[in-house]
């Protein structure tokens, strides 16, 4: 499947709430692997949101293997039409985002979030994600409701520019 162009703002879709995946069919499985393939080519990618690649559906994929800031690990997965289940213990860390590319900032978000949504082959499944994984989740989520990370910091003292991307 194609790599796909990431959007930046202010490409309307990244203002939208995505709509429900739904059932999973061939074209929701090709969705999936543009998403793994589209973060796999992008430095520094953790995490990516259908609407970040131009689809207005409820999907993402996380992966931080290897990133020194993640406790827990599940490898790469795609959910669709997750559903954060419970969330706690917030805690604030620097975010970047490819689809605002020049820019970090300090955002409040929970460490220990439990978050259930359908993978590729249509099993519904539940995640427990800590820290720096958990972070990841929020932020594609955020992505799915037409939020960015700056709709999450606390005002432009806690906005940066980016120094480099990883």
Do not use: N
């Not at 490409?11 to 090709?30: F, K, M, Y």
């Not at 917030?90 to 409040?108: F, Y």
């Not at 932020?139 to 980016?162: C, K, N, Q, S, T």
Request: proline residues 8%.
């Amino acid at each position: 499947m194609p790599v796909r162009p990431v959007l930046t703002l202010p490409a309307p879709v990244l203002t939208c709430r995505a709509r429900p995946v739904g059932s999973i069919d061939d074209e929701a499985r090709a969705l999936a692997v543009d998403l793994i393939d589209t973060m796999k080519v992008s430095p520094g990618c953790v995490g990516l949101a259908a609407p970040q690649i131009g689809v207005g559906l409820r999907a993402f994929v996380v992966d931080v293997t290897g990133h020194r800031k993640a406790q827990s690990c599940h490898g790469t997965f795609v959910l669709f039409d997750p559903v954060v289940d419970s969330a706690s213990d917030l805690q604030p860390a620097r975010e970047g985002c490819m689809s605002v590319p020049d820019l970090t900032g300090d955002v409040r978000r929970a460490s220990q979030v439990v978050v259930s949504g359908i993978d590729p082959q249509g099993v519904r499944r539940t995640l427990h994600v800590d820290a720096f994984e958990a972070r990841a989740v929020l932020h594609e989520i955020d992505h799915l409701d037409g939020l960015v990370f700056l709709d999450r910091v606390a005002g432009p003292h806690a906005v940066f520019p980016r120094k480099v991307y990883r």
